[in-house]
């Protein structure tokens, strides 16, 4: 039940939000524990390709790769919450994997 809300709030928190729902229920299943994980990890990555587009902006190149990430954030968050309401694995192709699956 909580692994889709362990997405969603990446859309608008980033981190802070799937971290916290992870955090409180990553006890109570393996699955909400792996999806949570995931939605971190996820989250994570979303940060350090937001700093590095900021740095690009220097370039020009930036502007295009910053809209780009967080078209991508939604995009993958809104896949992820639906494979997990399905009760289905979801690992994010782009993701740099900082908590490993235990």
């Not at 006890?27 to 900021?54: C, K, M, P, T």
């Amino acid at each position: 039940m909580f692994a889709m809300p362990a997405h969603l709030p990446g859309i608008f928190t980033y981190i802070i939000g799937s971290l916290i729902i992870w955090l409180i229920k990553r006890d109570s299943s393996e699955f909400v524990d792996r999806h949570g994980r995931e939605a971190v990890n996820w989250q994570i990555s979303v940060l350090v390709y937001l700093v590095v587009s900021g740095i690009l902006m220097t370039v020009g190149v930036g502007f295009f790769l910053f809209w780009l990430v967080l078209l991508a954030n939604i995009v993958l968050c809104i896949i992820a919450a639906a494979k997990a309401n399905s009760g289905q694995p979801w690992r994010s192709p782009p993701a740099i994997r900082i908590l490993r699956q235990g």
